[in-house]
């Protein structure tokens, strides 16, 4: 657990349930450690994560405004769209629409890489309409 000791003060105790109950809470150091150690697939803090706790704790942290989760939370979402010859389907319109806008909110942080995909995400949005 080396790198949770650099984020939390000696005295704080450091387990998952700790960690998720101060993410739930609004805490998004906490929120952060959480998505990134889901995103990564390694699970320093739990051996393993299921999809939909990578998707809960990106979303939870995109919430409390974490630009890297935003971003990662839109490509999570943008993953899971049933795609036939190359174009989502009329019934994924509506999660494509919140792909971009979390796209959209990382975008606003300056997060560069989500400047490009926002637009390709439009576009594929524009082949549905």
Sequence with gaps: MGFLSKLFKKEEVIDIHTIEQNALNGNIKSAVILAQDSASGIGCL????????????????????????????????FKDLTIVKGVPIISEKKNLEEAIFWMNEASKQNFEDAKELLIKLKSVLNSIE
């Design 46 to 77: 739990k051996d393993s994560y299921t999809h939909d706790e990578v998707l809960k704790w990106n979303k939870v942290a995109a919430k409390l405004g974490d630009a890297t989760s935003q971003y990662n939370y839109s490509l999570l979402i």
